[in-house]
């Protein structure tokens, strides 16, 4: 546990030191998917109506940035927002509230992982990581 302290700690260090909002999501996403081993990390802000927009991914179609867009409660990201609960799911498809989205090609990835981003109770984003195989995340990993 002192290892995954020390490393969110880099994380939010480096982030810190970007030189635009789009470059310190940017980093986040890329610095979580490598410590995590992952194939997808992508991170999903609350916009001006309330609505999650994808800001940043690393591991799914970079064109599908700023374009995929969920209400509070739509498909496992609206899911968590709405619970303010992570979403710990082998298989992401077999979820009730699994909804796809063509635009960013992830319909390969199976296991899921989706934690709410909270900054003085409110909802600010969701960050997600997902693998290609069925797997179930760790809490170390949550």
């Not at 546990?1 to 940017?26: D, H, R, T, Y």
């Not at 410590?35 to 991914?57: R, Y």
């Amino acid at each position: 546990m002192n290892n995954s302290l020390g490393l969110l700690k880099k994380i939010v260090q480096e982030s810190a030191s970007a030189s635009s909002p789009e470059k310190q999501m940017n980093y986040i996403v890329s610095a979580v998917r490598d410590a995590m081993s992952v194939s997808v990390c992508s991170l999903f802000t609350v916009d001006s109506d309330n609505g999650l927009l994808l800001a940043a991914t690393d591991g799914l179609d970079p064109d599908s940035v700023g374009k995929v867009k969920l209400s509070v409660g739509d498909g496992l990201v609206g899911t968590i927002a709405q619970s303010n609960h992570p979403l710990n799911l082998e298989n992401a498809s077999k979820h009730p509230s699994y909804h796809y989205f063509p635009e960013t090609s992830e319909e390969q990835y199976q296991a899921f992982l989706g934690v709410p981003l909270v900054h003085l109770s409110l909802l600010i984003g969701v960050l997600v990581v997902q693998e290609r195989q069925s797997r179930k995340f760790s809490t170390d990993d949550e």
